[in-house]
């Protein structure tokens, strides 16, 4: 099913003397299909995390008489989160950045989207800091085949 919305947002970050004040403007966006844990944001956004943690149990006899799985079995979902190594940044010697906005709106006409998958994320404003976390365990349980009897 497709949807089709008008979209006149205006989205302005406050002017705390460190973040610039930006406007995003968007004439139409269509969206067709959107699955599970999916967010769609028209405005700005402080701080993002997200998580999704699945297990997909593929089994031979239906899931009621086979048993249940837990997230607790599997070291996956125990895992921290992995940091990022820069040595040439904690070295101070990393490349400074100034960017100049001419123009105080971010434009866009519009926006098609055929599908968005699992956990995925539209913004369409400012964010300051966003983090996601996907972790995804796939289980077959099939009985293994016996050799015939010699």
């Known amino acids: 099913m497709s949807q089709t919305f008008m979209v006149n ?7 705390c003397g460190i973040f610039p004040i930006r406007t995003s403007k968007v004439g139409i966006i269509s ?3 959107v699955s599970s844990s999916t967010t769609i944001q028209f405005g700005d956004r402080g701080e993002t995390n997200a998580k999704l943690r699945a ?4 089994r031979s006899t239906d899931h009621a008489s086979s048993g249940k799985v837990y997230f607790e079995s599997y070291r ?7 940091e990022l190594n ?7 010697d990393a490349i400074t950045l100034h960017r100049m906005n001419c123009s105080p ?10 599908a968005i998958g699992a956990a995925s994320s539209i913004h369409i ?3 300051m800091r966003v983090i996601q976390d996907s972790r995804i365990k796939h289980i077959r349980q099939f009985p293994i085949d016996q050799p015939p009897p010699t």
């Open 76 to 82: 996956i979902f125990d895992r921290p989160r992995p």
């Open 55 to 58: 297990l997909a149990v593929q």
């Open 105 to 114: 709106a971010i434009v866009v006409g519009c926006i098609r989207i055929i």
């Open 9 to 15: 947002s205006d989205s302005e970050q406050c002017n």
């Open 31 to 33: 969206v067709i299909n």
């Open 125 to 127: 404003g400012n964010s």
């Open 86 to 92: 820069d040595p040439v940044f904690e070295a101070g």
